[in-house]
C-alpha cells in the first residue's frame, strides 16, 4: 500500500476517537476521489475487526453477497446468506462479541455506505437498532462509515431524524490536499518537479490524490495533461460525468449550477444564479448549492457593504478540475495535444490567473502563518462594488481583530511581478471605492502575493507585504 500522505489533523482525531474509552460513531465524507478509503485503511490496517464496501448501484442481493464475503474474510466462518439487514448485523454481531473482549480498538468499517441503503433495504434501521441497541455499549468499538456521497451522508447519516438521530459522535469532511501535500505526494512517487509545475498540476487537478496518482514523473506538465485530458485514452476527460453521477442522484441541474459558476470569475449572487438558470428561487436550490458546499465543489462568502452580510452571499466554482474541464475541453475538439500547443496563448494566461487566485482562496491559513495574523481572529472574503462602471474587484479582504484589514492583489507571473502605472492607479481606485462604499475605519494595508515576488520599481512600495508562492506550500 502506499505511503499515507498529510491527513495529520484527521490522523490525530481518529486515533484519539479510537482510543476514547467509549463507543464511536464516526462519519467521514468528502467528494469522490479524495482519499477517505486510503486513509481509514491504511491508518487501520492492521486493527480492523470488520469492513465492507458497499457495490455502488448494487441490488440488495448483490450486497447482501459482499457482507458474507468480508465477514468470511473477517471470521473465518463461513455464513449464510442473510435476507435482510437485520439479520446481518445480527451475524455480524456474533463475530464481534469475540472482538471486543481483546484489550485493544475494535474498529468497524462501511464504505460508501448510502450504496447498502438500497430502495426498501431496511439499512438505515437496521443499522441504527445494531448501534442502539449493542454497540453504542462496547466501550473499545469504533464504528467508521464512509460515502461519496456527500449529500447523502448529511441528510441521512449525520442529520437523520430516524434510529441514526444524534447517534454520530464525531464527522470528518476530507479536504483535498494542501499545495504542501501535494507536494509530499509527488516527491513520495520520485517526480522532480520544480514549485511552479507542482502549481499549475494543482490549478489543473485540484489535490485530488486519485487525479495526481495517474501523474507519470517521466513526462512534463504539458504532456501529462495532453494525455490525460486531450489524448485518445483521455482518462480526467471521462470522469467528469462519472464525479457527479457518483456525489449526485440527479447530477444534471448540478452539472448546470457548475456550469453557470464556470463562466463567472468572481461567482453569482443566488438571484444572479437563478436567472442565468432561468429558474425560481427556492429551498431545492438551497439544498443543490449547499451540496455543492459540502463538496468542495464551490464556496459561498458572504459581502460586505456596511457590515458582512450573508444574505446576499457570492458562490464561487473552487473545484479546480470542473473548472479546467469548463474551460478547455469545449474548446479542444479532437486537438490530441491541445496543451502543448496553446503554452502561452491569452486563454491560458487568463486561466492561470484565474485559478491562481482560487489556490490563495485555498491557503488562506498559509497565507494569514506569513503575514503572521494566524493568531489574530480574521474574516476573509472577496469583494466587488456596487453602481460603478467598470466594476472594482478585490480579490481578497482580510479583515482582522487588531483594526487592520489587508486589501489583497492576487497576480500570477512567470517571473517577478512588475507594478505598472495602471495598475497602481487601479489598486487606488480599488481602495478608495471599497472604504466609500463599505464605511470601513480601520486601517488597509495593500497586500501583494505573486508568484515570484516583486521587482524593485516606481510602484514597488504600493504594497505593505508582499507574499510569494513559497508562502504557500507553508
Same mark, same amino acid.
Given at each position: 500500500?502506499?505511503?499515507?500522505?498529510?491527513?495529520?489533523?484527521?490522523?490525530?482525531?481518529?486515533?484519539?476517537?479510537?482510543?476514547?474509552?467509549?463507543?464511536?460513531?464516526?462519519?467521514?465524507?468528502?467528494?469522490?476521489? !479524495?482519499?477517505?478509503?486510503?486513509? !481509514?485503511?491504511?491508518?487501520?490496517?492492521?486493527?480492523?475487526?470488520? =469492513?465492507?464496501?458497499?457495490?455502488?448501484?448494487?441490488?440488495?442481493?448483490?450486497?447482501?453477497?459482499?457482507?458474507?464475503?468480508?465477514?468470511?474474510?473477517?471470521?473465518?466462518?463461513?455464513?449464510?446468506? $442473510?435476507?435482510?439487514?437485520?439479520?446481518? &448485523?445480527?451475524?455480524?454481531?456474533?463475530?464481534?462479541?469475540?472482538?471486543?473482549?481483546?484489550?485493544?480498538?475494535?474498529?468497524?468499517?462501511?464504505?460508501?455506505?448510502?450504496?447498502?441503503?438500497?430502495?426498501?433495504?431496511?439499512?438505515? #434501521?437496521?443499522?441504527?437498532?445494531?448501534?442502539?441497541?449493542?454497540?453504542?455499549?462496547? =466501550?473499545?468499538?469504533?464504528?467508521? !462509515?464512509?460515502?461519496?456521497?456527500?449529500?447523502?451522508?448529511?441528510?441521512?447519516?449525520?442529520?437523520?431524524?430516524?434510529?441514526?438521530?444524534?447517534?454520530?459522535?464525531?464527522?470528518?469532511?476530507?479536504?483535498? &490536499?494542501?499545495?504542501?501535500?501535494?507536494?509530499? /505526494?509527488?516527491?513520495?512517487?520520485?517526480?522532480?518537479?520544480? #514549485?511552479?509545475?507542482?502549481?499549475?498540476?494543482?490549478?489543473?487537478?485540484?489535490?485530488?490524490?486519485?487525479?495526481?496518482?495517474?501523474?507519470?514523473?517521466?513526462?512534463?506538465?504539458?504532456?501529462?495533461?495532453? #494525455?490525460?485530458?486531450?489524448?485518445?485514452?483521455?482518462?480526467?476527460?471521462?470522469?467528469?460525468?462519472?464525479?457527479?453521477?457518483?456525489?449526485?442522484?440527479?447530477?444534471?441541474?448540478?452539472?448546470?449550477?457548475?456550469?453557470?459558476?464556470?463562466?463567472?470569475?468572481?461567482?453569482?449572487?443566488?438571484? %444572479?444564479?437563478?436567472?442565468?438558470?432561468?429558474?425560481?428561487?427556492?429551498?431545492?436550490?438551497?439544498?443543490?448549492?449547499?451540496?455543492? *458546499?459540502?463538496?468542495?465543489?464551490?464556496?459561498? /462568502?458572504?459581502?460586505? %457593504?456596511?457590515?458582512?452580510?450573508?444574505? =446576499?452571499?457570492? /458562490?464561487?466554482?473552487?473545484?479546480?478540475?470542473?473548472?479546467?474541464?469548463?474551460?478547455?475541453? $469545449?474548446?479542444?475538439?479532437?486537438?490530441?495535444?491541445?496543451?502543448?500547443?496553446?503554452?502561452?496563448? $491569452?486563454?491560458?494566461?487568463?486561466?492561470?490567473?484565474?485559478?491562481?487566485?482560487?489556490?490563495?482562496?485555498?491557503? *488562506?491559513?498559509?497565507?494569514?502563518?506569513?503575514?503572521?495574523?494566524?493568531?489574530?481572529?480574521?474574516?476573509?472574503? =472577496?469583494?466587488?462594488?456596487?453602481?460603478?462602471?467598470? @466594476?472594482?474587484?478585490?480579490?481578497? *479582504?482580510?479583515?482582522?481583530?487588531?483594526? *487592520?484589514?489587508?486589501?489583497?492583489?492576487?497576480?500570477?507571473?512567470?517571473?517577478? /511581478?512588475?507594478?505598472?502605472?495602471?495598475?497602481?492607479?487601479?489598486?487606488?481606485?480599488?481602495?478608495?471605492?471599497?472604504?466609500?462604499?463599505?464605511?470601513? @475605519?480601520?486601517?488597509?494595508? $495593500?497586500?501583494?502575493?505573486?508568484?515570484?515576488?516583486?521587482?524593485?520599481?516606481?510602484?514597488?512600495?504600493? &504594497? !505593505?507585504?508582499?507574499?510569494?508562492?513559497?508562502?504557500?506550500?507553508?
Amino acid at each position: 500500500m502506499d505511503t499515507l500522505i498529510g491527513r495529520e489533523p484527521e490522523i490525530r482525531l481518529l486515533k484519539e476517537y479510537t482510543t476514547s474509552g467509549h463507543a464511536e460513531f464516526v462519519a467521514i465524507y468528502g467528494r469522490r476521489r !479524495v482519499g477517505k478509503t486510503f486513509l !481509514v485503511k491504511s491508518l487501520f490496517e492492521n486493527s480492523l475487526a470488520f =469492513s465492507m464496501t458497499g457495490i455502488i448501484n448494487g441490488k440488495m442481493s448483490e450486497q447482501m453477497e459482499a457482507f458474507v464475503d468480508a465477514l468470511l474474510d473477517f471470521s473465518g466462518n463461513a455464513v449464510e446468506k $442473510p435476507r435482510t439487514w437485520m439479520e446481518a &448485523f445480527r451475524q455480524l454481531k456474533l463475530h464481534l462479541k469475540s472482538e471486543v473482549k481483546k484489550n485493544k480498538p475494535c474498529v468497524l468499517f462501511f464504505d460508501e455506505v448510502s450504496s447498502m441503503d438500497t430502495q426498501r433495504s431496511g439499512f438505515l #434501521r437496521a443499522l441504527g437498532y445494531f448501534w442502539n441497541s449493542w454497540a453504542s455499549m462496547q =466501550s473499545n468499538l469504533t464504528l467508521i !462509515v464512509c460515502s461519496s456521497a456527500t449529500s447523502w451522508m448529511i441528510k441521512h447519516v449525520i442529520n437523520d431524524k430516524g434510529g441514526l438521530h444524534d447517534r454520530v459522535t464525531h464527522e470528518i469532511h476530507l479536504h483535498p &490536499f494542501t499545495l504542501k501535500e501535494t507536494e509530499q /505526494y509527488l516527491i513520495s512517487r520520485n517526480f522532480q518537479w520544480d #514549485r511552479m509545475s507542482i502549481l499549475k498540476t494543482y490549478m489543473s487537478l485540484g489535490g485530488i490524490p486519485y487525479y495526481l496518482g495517474m501523474l507519470r514523473s517521466n513526462e512534463s506538465f504539458a504532456m501529462n495533461i495532453d #494525455r490525460l485530458f486531450f489524448s485518445e485514452n483521455e482518462e480526467l476527460r471521462r470522469e467528469y460525468r462519472r464525479l457527479y453521477s457518483t456525489l449526485f442522484d440527479s447530477p444534471d441541474s448540478y452539472i448546470a449550477i457548475v456550469g453557470e459558476l464556470a463562466k463567472m470569475r468572481s461567482g453569482l449572487t443566488r438571484d %444572479e444564479l437563478c436567472s442565468k438558470l432561468k429558474i425560481q428561487s427556492s429551498g431545492t436550490l438551497s439544498d443543490k448549492l449547499e451540496d455543492l *458546499v459540502n463538496c468542495d465543489i464551490i464556496r459561498k /462568502y458572504p459581502v460586505r %457593504e456596511k457590515k458582512i452580510k450573508t444574505t =446576499s452571499a457570492i /458562490y464561487q466554482l473552487t473545484d479546480f478540475y470542473s473548472l479546467f474541464y469548463h474551460i478547455f475541453i $469545449p474548446r479542444a475538439e479532437a486537438e490530441t495535444n491541445y496543451w502543448t500547443n496553446h503554452i502561452g496563448t $491569452p486563454e491560458v494566461n487568463t486561466w492561470c490567473g484565474l485559478c491562481f487566485e482560487k489556490v490563495c482562496m485555498a491557503h *488562506v491559513n498559509q497565507i494569514r502563518q506569513a503575514l503572521h495574523i494566524d493568531r489574530i481572529a480574521t474574516k476573509f472574503y =472577496s469583494w466587488r462594488s456596487k453602481g460603478e462602471s467598470p @466594476k472594482a474587484q478585490i480579490d481578497m *479582504v482580510l479583515e482582522r481583530a487588531d483594526g *487592520v484589514s489587508n486589501i489583497v492583489e492576487i497576480k500570477f507571473s512567470e517571473t517577478e /511581478y512588475a507594478q505598472q502605472n495602471d495598475e497602481s492607479l487601479k489598486l487606488r481606485r480599488r481602495i478608495n471605492l471599497f472604504r466609500q462604499q463599505t464605511g470601513a @475605519k480601520e486601517t488597509l494595508w $495593500p497586500t501583494l502575493i505573486t508568484t515570484y515576488g516583486l521587482k524593485e520599481g516606481m510602484h514597488s512600495d504600493d &504594497f !505593505v507585504s508582499v507574499l510569494t508562492l513559497d508562502d504557500l506550500f507553508a
